[in-house]
């Protein structure tokens, strides 16, 4: 994969655009108690965003190995964080329902496969918070 590059502007306040090399941007805020708009997501909440991202495809393409044709994934994603400075996360749990023609079986293989042993993002949270996951298929 190599080296993996973002920018960050500053807009105003406590709000920025993050643009990855390809030009597709995000939009980062703060609450209001620190001066942001909430026009744009917390960069907590990203981190999870990204652990939702990076599981997701994980197991779209274990599935699609599996001989499974998913319609739909959706993940809940809850994150509890410590009552300290830095606030970090020490539990998280995650929930795919996936809908289409899939095997329960095959969905629970694949979502241990994704977050136990392939999803970069749980790999590089993992030495610090407990990741927990479920599935069920939808429809």
């Known amino acids: 994969m190599g080296?993996?590059?973002i920018k960050l502007k500053r807009l105003k306040n406590c709000?920025?655009?993050?643009?990855?090399?390809?030009?597709?941007?995000?939009?980062?805020?703060?609450?209001?108690?620190?001066?942001?708009?909430?026009?744009?997501?917390?960069?907590?909440?990203?981190v999870l965003m990204g652990l939702a991202g990076c599981s997701s495809m994980d197991l779209l393409l274990i599935l699609g190995k599996q001989r499974q044709e998913p319609e739909g994934i959706e993940v809940?994603?809850?994150?509890t964080r410590v009552d300290a400075v830095p606030s970090v996360y020490s539990d998280i749990h995650?929930?795919?329902?996936?809908?289409g023609?899939?095997?329960?079986?095959?969905?629970?293989?694949?979502?241990d496969l994704s977050v136990e042993k392939y999803c970069s993002v749980v790999k590089m949270l993992e030495p610090t918070v407990k990741i927990t996951h479920s599935a069920t298929v939808i429809g």
């Open 15 to 46: 709000q920025f655009e993050a643009q990855n090399s390809d030009g597709n941007v995000a939009m980062i805020d703060g609450p209001p108690s620190l001066g942001g708009q909430g026009e744009g997501v917390r960069p907590m909440e990203m």
């Open 3 to 5: 080296v993996v590059e």
């Open 101 to 111: 023609k899939v095997d329960d079986k095959k969905l629970q293989k694949a979502a």
């Open 94 to 99: 995650m929930h795919f329902e996936v809908s």
């Open 76 to 79: 809940s994603v809850k994150g």
